[in-house]
């Protein structure tokens, strides 16, 4: 059974910034790919950000990513698979970016927005931005 567990949310005032962590259980973490999604009050959850596996022959130094466009070009997702942990760098907050964040593991390792792509949810950490 994998287990994830999120932590680094917390109160930010709007144009600060918030690093998020999912640390993950299992020998496999590698392999997969990785998601960040959130759910604001009364709305339903939706994808933020994505980072595939890295593939061990080809020399890249990470994973392929893709965002949403609503956080595009102020989150960064990445990860470290030899800590089993992915990030969210998340930047210029806004106070419609407050949401409670999940880390998701991949049933694989190509890029997927899809949320019923992903098997193993984490329980959510709060991000609250004030205005």
């Known amino acids: 059974q994998v287990q994830l567990v999120e932590s680094g949310g917390g109160l930010v005032q709007a144009g600060g910034s918030l690093r998020l962590s999912c640390a993950a259980s299992g020998r496999t973490f590698r392999t997969f790919t990785m998601g960040w999604f959130r759910q604001a009050p009364g709305k339903e959850r939706e994808f933020v950000a994505t980072?595939?596996?890295?593939?061990?022959?080809?020399?890249?130094?990470?994973?392929?990513?893709y965002y949403a466009n609503s956080v595009k070009g102020r989150f960064t997702i990445s990860r470290d698979d030899a800590k089993n942990t992915v990030y969210l760098q998340m930047n210029s907050l806004k106070p419609e970016d407050t949401a409670v964040y999940y880390c998701?593991?991949?049933?694989?390792?190509?890029?997927?927005?899809?949320?019923?792509?992903?098997?193993?949810w984490g329980q959510g950490t709060q991000v609250t931005v004030s205005s």
């Open positions: 998701a593991r991949s049933r694989t390792g190509g890029i997927t927005v899809g949320e019923r792509e992903y098997n193993y």
């Open positions: 980072i595939s596996s890295i593939s061990p022959s080809i020399s890249w130094s990470g994973g392929s990513t």
